[in-house]
Nanobody, 123 residues
């Protein structure tokens, strides 16, 4: 169980970029991830990365536009978002404690969650 604090959310125009950060109080599990949730919709997987930073996974909807990375020396997770679209608008959540018992895209595989940071993309 670790504490996670996200930051970097805000308002950006379509086509713009934004970088989210998530500071973890410590290491937990084998990987970390980003999920997002729009009003009235289920929380969906965005991207995941192992603590080593070697292995990554992305939702098809963000491939080529988003990049997940991790600074394992500082326990900071990042999500670089480029070419943002209005449909990317959502609250973005950082997750930690990923277990290989589950797929990285499954929220059930994570034991810790941040409070979320709002990302709004205007058209």
């Amino acid at each position: 169980q670790v504490q996670l604090v996200e930051s970097g959310g805000g308002l950006v125009q379509a086509g713009g970029s934004l970088r989210l950060s998530c500071v973890a109080s410590g290491r937990s599990g084998y990987f970390m991830g980003w999920f997002r949730q729009a009003p009235g919709k289920e929380r969906e997987f965005v991207a995941a990365v192992t603590w080593s930073g070697v292995q990554t996974s992305y939702a098809e909807s963000v491939k080529g536009r988003f990049t997940i990375s991790i600074d394992n020396a500082k326990n900071v997770l990042y999500l670089q978002m480029n070419s943002l679209k209005p449909e990317d608008t959502a609250v973005y959540y950082c997750a930690a404690g990923g277990s290989y018992v589950y797929r990285s895209s499954s929220p059930n595989g994570y034991g810790s969650w941040g409070q979320g940071t709002q990302v709004t993309v205007s058209s």
